[in-house]
């Protein structure tokens, strides 16, 4: 090991000889505060003299930073590296006799940012790349460096063969041995005939992992140990890939791409990006035959392409393979060397293919003449499509316009052959330059929609009965329209719910995903199409939001932000209301009308009245004097053409409580008032000021920033603690509730245990049953005994897992009859309680012996379990609240001691959503997932969440 920290000391009184010596080490910074133990287990003994500097490197200080003698760090922190930030490092001198502090407090401290680099990004072969063989053995590995912080970088490359194919190639990767390994400086490895020969028809998997070494260890900190993804290719005599291609500039954005065709390729794959620029991103353009046009370029831009041939048929639910040439260049003219441009003289294009085209995806570009036309919504197939998309201009510097085309043909060459486009016409110009803000809706969408979407797709492929994927769908994009911060704008969420009301259209949007998988379509082209299905159409509509621009509402002097939350003025009781709009014929009028749900619901009103509009002209101010404008909910009805828009704000009072929602700028503050909205009707005792006070600093100190955060913490609080009246787990469960709840346990004995035909025949489960209202409290006992005989049913149950079956009688009865041979028999339900608790949590969450199952049961309002999580968040209370708790050797505190049953919660929700702010991301199903696996009661936990956020609006959060 070598030096990598250096303290000097320097006693300044001379006179002093020998003293003996002990430091403390601190690390704070990120939510960690670390120091050493006041006595250092295996410490070398340290003695300075006056005068003379005392050097200590971390050789010397190496005991100081061993777990045993570190505070305020678990051991799962201290195998990883600290995370990155800014951090104060601090050593303090004490005299090892009286224990005084020598050292000055002001001095040593430094400051450090530490950065943890990212591993490398691999580049070529890409990730389930066909590689063709070659002779003499030719390949090229290529990755980009990602470190910022870090020089001398060496890089382990590891290449190895995937013997399993049956399996994901990353994970056949971990249990293969490695074929070949090296070290390079290079970001580029050619695999030559001097190295071991590669097979053909063999899958091999790589990596690289970024090192700094002086030799002796390592200098520099890498996320994942440094180690890269891991990507595999095929080895392949099968598939050689495309010859000679050649790249030929057509004008300053697009550049024609060509190459030989081989009678092995079915299609053809470009893949382009611009070189030199850091993680820049591979573009992929579609080809049947052997030459295709790259559009929408930078001009004077170099560009790294390569083409790539398919030889065998897609598979269903894979994506197509490609075997891809070596990555070559090209560089597009500047506009000054393609500057003319023959405006109004018609082209000439030659178009002889008359061969439909299968499919075409968004985002993909065809040319219609000599413009090409960039598709962003498309349906259709077999050579005849309709869509929008978009056409550049490049005699109008460059201008984006709309185009619309309906059953136009496309045929192989992605040409235009048959059908015309036709642009938006507007007077004003409103379909140029910002057209671009509409037709990125799809894109939009997409994003918005991201995880859902991911969920649909994975469902889809799983080749399903079509009606249940359907069911499927509807539910889960239901759920995110019934999320209040989904981020959809009005005209989208009206679209989607009218979209996923028409069963047979979603399953129609469903087949034609299968028929895009099965003709090789990529996922994100895909969810574009998909979502193309339901996304607002910006062609001659006037929407919600064209209606929402043009609507101004003043509050005094100040304009009001829709959707958004505004501060209240004081001394201001005036709002003016006026629909903005240029017509050129007659004057219009328009009817508005303002509705007012106060924060306390004690001046509602609707003006004029409830049953009447105001009508004003266009552009015409219509002012509204109140006498004062209370805080709440505002809405304005517009009503054009006998359709009515919607327009609402909120007017809130400025939070000055110090804990302030970040993005609303709500008041976070609990009180008692929201503790009784939060657990309403709960019988709970502990709803106090103090129970309030502890709650706001939990989440404050906790970093809970925003309402979402919050709603999403309660939400889940209420289901667990039983509306925060249960901090302790129950332990009564009857013999079929055992199954229900347990039955899938795995990683111990529950399975082998309550699924063995003798856990009935030799009466184990009377050990186990806690309730004395089980209908199975039966032993077998003598004829002669005195109890009430009890006869089983002939009917049984039959309970099965893992290869395991138990059959028990399915009910009994009162019997007269010699042969009944069950009596019942009194529990002891704590004792029973304990035996199954320990059973089913016995080595779960860090439980090591027969007894945690019950000892560390389920506790707080987030039913905190198992050994490890009692450990784990008591050490993130410790160091985010600077408290002393040890719930691992004290866990009842969890049930009794309201500070611990608070801090328990937060804690544990820091442990699990990293960072926090994850949460303003999450739906209340993908929290759920995570605080209960198995997904109990999640229906109820979404109704805790919506409650909060949409219906007493407790945390509903609209943007400032």
Known sequence: MSEKLIVQALMIDVNETRRQLRFRFSIKGNGLQIRSNDFVIGAAPIFIDGGVPLRLSNLDLRPYFELQNLNGITPQQYINPLPGGSYQFCFEVFDWVSGQRLSNPNLGCFNAFLIINDPPFLNLPRRGDLVASKNPQNILFNWTPRHLNASGVQYEFELREVWDTQIDPQAAFLASPNLYSTTTFNTTLLYGPGETTLLENKTYAWRVRAIVTDGISEASIFHNNGYSEIYYFTYTADCQSPQFALAKSLRTSSEEITWMPDPDHLKYKVQYRKKGVRDAVWFEVNAVNPYTTLHNLEPGTTYKYRVGGQCTQTVANTEPRFSYNAVQEFTTPTKTEDSYYNCGIAPEVAITNREPLDNIGVNEVFTAGDFPVTIKQVNGGNGTFSGLGYIVVPYLADTKIEVAFKNIGINTDYQLYKGKLRTTYDASWGNMDDIQDELDAVGYLVTALGETLDEIITIIKENTDINQQANVFIELMQETLDDPNNGLSIGEQQNLQTFINDKEKVKEAIKQVKEDFASGKNDESIKQNLVSSFAPSYTGVEDNESISEEVKIFYCDSIIKL???????????????????????????????????????????????????????????????????????????????????????????????????????????????????????????????????????????????????????????????????????????????????????????????????????????????????????????????????????????????????????????????????????RINDKVNGKNLLNLVYNNKNGNNTDEDGWKYRGRGIIQLTGRENYRRASDKANSIYGTTFDWENNPEQLENDIESIIYSATSWFLNNFKPISSLDTKTSSQVTKTVNTKMLHSKERKENYDRLTTDIKLYKCNEQ
């Not at 015409?620 to 359709?643: C, F, H, M, Q, R």
């Not at 919050?710 to 199954?739: M, T, V």
């Not at 002939?794 to 009162?814: A, C, D, L, V, Y």
């Open 563 to 825: 959707n958004k939350r505004n501060i209240l003025i004081s001394d201001c009781n005036k709002l003016k209301l006026v629909y903005k709009k240029i017509d050129s014929s007659n004057t219009k009028t328009v009817d508005i009308q303002l509705k007012i749900t106060t924060s306390n619901n004690t001046k509602n009103k609707i003006l004029p009245s409830k049953d009447n509009w105001k009508t004003v002209n266009y552009n015409e101010v219509w002012e509204i004097d109140l006498e004062s404008i209370p805080p709440g909910e505002y809405t304005a009805n517009l009503k054009v053409n006998d359709s009515v828009y919607k327009h609402e704000f909120l007017i809130h009072e400025e939070c000055t409580s110090g804990y302030c929602c970040t993005v609303c700028d709500r008041d976070l503050t609990v009180t008692v008032t929201k503790l009784e909205d939060l657990f309403k009707g709960s019988k709970s005792k502990q709803l106090t000021v103090n129970t309030a006070a502890i709650f706001t600093k939990a989440l404050k100190d906790g970093g809970f920033t925003t309402c979402k955060q919050l709603a999403h913490f309660f939400s889940q609080i209420k289901l667990e603690c039983n509306n925060f009246e249960d901090f302790l787990e129950g332990h009564w469960y009857r013999l079929l509730n055992i199954y229900n709840t347990f039955g899938g346990q795995t990683g111990n004995n529950t399975i082998e245990t309550i699924y063995s035909q003798s856990f009935w025949d030799d009466e184990k489960y009377i050990d186990y049953i806690s309730s004395n209202r089980c209908p199975y409290r039966y032993v077998d006992e003598p004829e002669d005994s005195i109890s009430t005989k009890y006869k089983a049913s002939i009917e049984t149950i039959t309970k099965s897992r893992n290869g395991f079956s138990i059959i028990f009688p399915e009910s009994f009865s009162k019997s007269k009859d010699s042969t009944a041979s069950y009596v019942l028999k």
